[in-house]
């Protein structure tokens, strides 16, 4: 089955410095990645997601981007606010309807003002 | 509000006992799953349902039960706990690619 590693388990960074997560996959056939935010004390939201026909997506100040060769995908958050402080998880998919999701272990960002 | 809701949302209790943690949506959606999530392993899924009356395995299901009587409850059975239930436990559903998390039910198995 799927297996999804990140890097790293913990990060900080300074106020309005870039953050990078990365992610890596096992199955080919995986076609769906999204990203979801865990605040404190709440279940994960996705914040942004790919689909494996496209090699890079962008919303405001973050953006994902998807090597399908190399079987990676990263996240990246510029210009960070303390705000951004919460856990990162990634995930994969290869069932019909994006539904199976298997998850990384999860990125501690912490944003220092 | 679109939400899903679970109950307890902390909850200790001790070896053997039976316990019931509830979950339902109110966004009509058929997919339901339950997760554990534990310091440097992740989101972990237990189980599933793709609608009413259809349930399956996910990766960890040893040690749990569920049953999808009704579209909008997924309640999450630990017929006999044991100490390495003790978790952190998220409800979630979906209709398409988004899931939507409940909040989280801390169980701590003595």
């Known amino acids: 089955g799927e297996n999804v590693e990140q890097h790293p388990s913990t990060l900080s960074v300074q106020e309005g410095d870039s953050a990078v997560i990365k992610c890596t996959y096992s199955?080919?056939?995986?076609?769906?990645f999204p990203w979801y935010k865990q605040e404190l004390g709440k279940g994960p939201q996705l914040i942004i997601d790919?689909?494996?026909?496209?090699g890079e997506k962008k919303d405001q100040r973050i953006a994902v981007t998807l090597n399908k060769t190399a079987k990676h995908f990263s996240l990246h958050i510029t210009e960070t606010q303390p705000e951004d402080s919460a856990v990162y998880f990634c995930?994969?998919?290869?069932?019909?309807?994006?539904?199976?999701?298997?998850f990384g272990t999860g990125t501690r960002l912490l944003v220092s003002p | 509000e679109a939400q899903v809701t679970q109950n307890p949302r902390y909850l200790i209790t001790v070896t053997g006992k039976k316990l019931t943690v509830t979950c339902s949506q109110n966004?009509?959606?058929?997919?339901m799953s339950w997760y554990r999530q534990d310091p440097g392993l992740g989101l972990r899924q237990i189980y599933y349902?793709?609608?009413?009356?259809?349930?399956d395995k996910g990766d960890v299901p040893e040690g749990y039960k569920v049953s999808r009587k009704e579209k909008r409850n997924f309640p999450l059975i630990l017929e006999s706990p044991s100490p390495n239930q003790t978790s952190l436990y998220f409800c979630?559903?979906?209709?398409?690619?988004?899931?939507?998390f409940g909040p989280g039910t801390r169980l701590t198995v003595l």
């Open positions: 995930a994969a998919s290869n069932s019909p309807g994006f539904q199976k999701l298997v």
């Open positions: 349902s793709m609608n009413v009356e259809v349930t």
């Open positions: 979630a559903s979906s209709q398409g690619l988004e899931m939507f």
């Open positions: 199955d080919s056939a995986s076609n769906y």
């Open positions: 966004m009509n959606h058929e997919y």
């Open positions: 790919i689909r494996s026909n496209v």
